[in-house]
């Protein structure tokens, strides 16, 4: 990939030009079909490639959810290239490293929280954790004809770890494929995809004070936990190997009908490596991705668009026989968790393109969660109203210079929520935990971020470009609320 980031383009105003198509807000106005390689190979009509280098802090007053903590700082550098070989082939990759930490974790001694949950491991204690990610991705789209065929690579790395007791060490490896087909039908393309995923993630707790070991539980969900083999038992791997499919529609002109959808599935084995790999729970995620909308890209550019975006959680605990030489055999599976998110949306967006460009989008939402615990019972409920509008000026302020900002606003407001929960059954830590929780995801909040980027293209630099970014957010919720700040700077090419 940085061999051909090195190919030359000609002239200072495509490099301009590249710059402002691939950070228009506009331009990420249904584009979906974008998870499709087979469709890169249209996606932007000027090449670009970019490196930088950046910092990311985060710091709330008090955690969202104990899992996720009340903070970040992170620094990394990362390397972004799309590249047009010639009128038929299009390749495209990223290469990142980022180290940091993550401030005030609690319940949560496993990585990738958002995406095992509600089966990790956890303590009353927590602390900091360090961070450090590791990401390659590459792809090649080529037109045959009437038809183009895309491949795409993802690799992500990742090291989770403390320096003081409890001492949790996480380290996951993933890797997810995807194969693409779009057939050219005149006005419309029409394509389909395959992808396959491959994650697993090793993950343990030590002690090395004598006197300061506190009990690892097994989280269940909902607060639950699974008595038996929580306390001492404080190492797990998870291992998944799921598939994706999509079908798009896409105008020929990038003027026209959009339609997308996605699905997604995988199931994530938690198994216990100190109980002879018994398989305490396996995690079935689903989603459901779907969007359709008509776009126009001219002078003045608009667009409306409607979407869902569904998630599925279903969870099943193995029972455990009594033990036979160190062994454990699964006698019964239950299904104990359910769990659904469905966020429903629709909007519109505006494109204002002359010597400067001016850019809005805008969504209306709503959101819908449910979980359940089937024994003891357990529920909790609620749903959102959501809106979202932001706006966008790029132009040129000299002639070496273009700028680009951006301004964002949304507002969640909750519509109704619903808590039950089994208290006499559950010990004092558990219930300040679903408590917690509960009152903060229902909530409402509000979130505003501002963006301001320079970028430096003199004429005697040929294609070549530096910029400065400036960005920062606000958050304001009924029981949180803090502020992130972010700095980059780096080289376009």
Not at 463 to 468: C, D, L, T
Request: net charge neutral; glycine share 10%; aromatic share 14%.
């Amino acid at each position: 990939m940085l061999s051909v980031c090195t190919i030359v383009r000609g002239s200072v105003e495509d490099t301009v030009t590249a710059i402002n198509e691939h950070n228009s807000i506009f331009g990420d106005v249904l584009s979906l079909q974008k998870n499709n390689p087979a469709f890169m190979n249209n996606a932007y009509d000027k090449q670009y490639s970019e490196l930088r280098v950046y910092t990311d802090y985060e710091k709330l007053n008090r955690p969202i959810l104990y899992e996720l903590g009340d903070g970040h700082n992170y620094a990394g550098i990362n390397i972004n290239s799309y590249i047009k070989l010639n009128n038929t082939t299009t390749v495209w990759g990223s290469a990142s490293y980022r180290s940091g930490s993550k401030k005030d974790i609690k319940w949560n001694s496993t990585a990738d929280f958002s995406t095992l949950y509600p089966y990790i491991m956890g303590d009353t204690l927590g602390g900091n954790l360090n961070n450090e990610r590791y990401t390659f991705s590459g792809g090649c789209a080529t037109k045959v004809g009437r038809l183009t065929i895309g491949e795409l690579i993802y690799f992500r790395a990742e090291h989770e770890y403390r320096t003081k007791d409890p001492r949790p060490r996480s380290i996951v490896t993933d890797l997810s494929m995807r194969l693409g087909v779009l057939y050219d039908l005149g006005k419309y393309l029409l394509g389909t995809g395959l992808g396959a995923r491959f994650y697993k993630q090793t993950n343990s707790v030590e002690f090395f004070k004598e006197d300061g070991v506190i009990p690892e539980y097994q989280m269940l969900g909902l607060g639950m936990y699974h008595k038996r083999f929580s306390g001492n038992n404080a190492s797990s791997y998870y291992k998944g190997t799921g598939f994706s499919y999509d079908i798009n529609i896409s105008p020929t002109k990038k003027n026209g009908m959009y339609l997308s959808a996605e699905y997604n599935y995988i199931p994530y084995k938690r198994v216990l490596p100190d109980m002879n790999s018994f398989p305490i729970t396996t995690l079935y995620l689903y989603n459901y991705n779907g969007e359709v909308g008509w776009k126009t890209v001219e002078k003045l550019g608009w667009s409306c668009f409607a979407g869902i975006n569904y998630e599925k959680r279903d969870g099943d605990e193995h029972i455990a026989g009594n033990s036979s030489s160190g062994e454990y055999l699964v006698i019964a599976d239950m299904t104990m968790f359910h769990s659904h998110k469905t966020d429903s949306y629709i909007g519109g967006a505006l494109n204002f393109n002359g010597r400067t460009q001016w850019n809005f989008t805008g969504r209306i939402g709503y959101i819908d969660y449910a979980s359940n615990y089937v024994f003891p019972i357990s529920k909790m409920s609620f749903s959102k109203l959501y809106e979202r509008i932001e706006g966008q000026f790029i132009g040129n302020i000299k002639k070496d210079i273009t700028v680009n900002c951006i301004l964002s606003a949304s507002y969640f407001h909750n519509q109704n929520k619903d808590i039950t929960m089994p208290y006499t059954a559950m010990d004092n830590a558990n219930i300040n935990l679903m408590e917690y929780t509960y009152s903060n995801i229902t909530g409402n909040y509000l979130i505003i971020s501002a963006k301001m980027r320079a970028d430096y293209t003199p004429s005697n630099w040929k294609s070549y470009g530096m910029f400065i970014e400036l960005g920062g957010g606000r958050f304001e919720g009924n029981n949180n609320n803090g502020n992130k700040i972010y700095l980059s700077t780096g080289i376009t090419f």
